[in-house]
């Protein structure tokens, strides 16, 4: 499903005429999701898309709520299916957070990474709610986590949201700007410059 999706991106020339194709995609994604509901493919694809959608291309804000609690959702599910010891996070406290997540091996990075990602977007578009900025730290340590674990291509991405995170607050409320720049700057690097969203996010957030 990514794979379309990345060269459907890849051969046009016309933002307009993606966004306007997304929401096809992602109701197909719901009915693949419905199929197979274990499908941990399936569902890092949906928690994905539906992150980047809600993030990048709604200008609604309630929207965008709606849209990224469910690509939470999708990668709490996905995350579940591959590593059965990272069910139900919510709730937990930070210790136990921290060795579910530990608990995730390299076989299982892109279940972690579509929940670090659609997590991340969830808080994003509710930046205004203190509890959800409460769980930015485990947020953190979770892509944190990504990094130890040979991740490969998603290595640029994944500093491009720890870079995000590093600077989704200002310093006096408990944000890290120059650890976010360092982050960006570590990821267009690893990215050859070559993916343009981390330049542009290195510019909105820092």
């Known amino acids: 499903c990514q794979c379309i999706f990345v060269v459907v991106i890849g051969i046009q020339d016309d933002p307009e005429l993606v966004r306007e194709a997304l929401p096809s995609y992602l109701l197909l994604l719901d009915s693949m999701v419905d199929s197979s509901p274990d499908s941990v493919a399936t569902l890092s694809a949906a928690a994905q898309l539906y992150a980047a959608y809600g993030a990048a291309m709604v200008d609604d804000p309630e929207r965008a709520k709606i849209l990224t609690r469910r690509a939470r959702s999708y990668g709490s599910r996905a995350l579940c299916a591959a590593e059965r010891n990272a069910c139900d996070l919510d709730g937990r406290d930070f210790d136990s957070y921290i060795e579910a997540i530990y608990s995730v091996n390299e076989a299982d990075v892109e279940a972690l990474y579509s929940y670090s990602l659609s997590s991340l977007a969830y808080i994003r578009s509710n930046s205004d709610d203190f509890?959800?900025?409460?769980?930015?730290?485990?947020?953190?340590?979770?892509?944190?986590?990504?990094?130890?674990?040979?991740?490969?291509?998603?290595?640029?991405?994944?500093?491009?949201?720890?870079?995000?995170?590093?600077?989704?607050?200002?310093?006096?409320?408990?944000?890290?700007?120059?650890?976010?720049?360092?982050?960006?700057?570590?990821?267009?690097?690893?990215?050859?410059?070559?993916?343009?969203?981390?330049?542009?996010?290195?510019?909105?957030?820092?």
């Open 131 to 206: 509890k959800a900025l409460a769980d930015l730290p485990k947020i953190e340590a979770a892509l944190n986590h990504i990094m130890t674990l040979e991740p490969g291509d998603l290595a640029s991405s994944t500093c491009m949201y720890l870079g995000v995170l590093n600077t989704l607050r200002p310093a006096a409320l408990g944000g890290n700007p120059e650890a976010g720049r360092q982050w960006f700057e570590k990821g267009i690097e690893l990215s050859e410059g070559k993916d343009l969203s981390i330049k542009v996010e290195y510019a909105r957030g820092y």
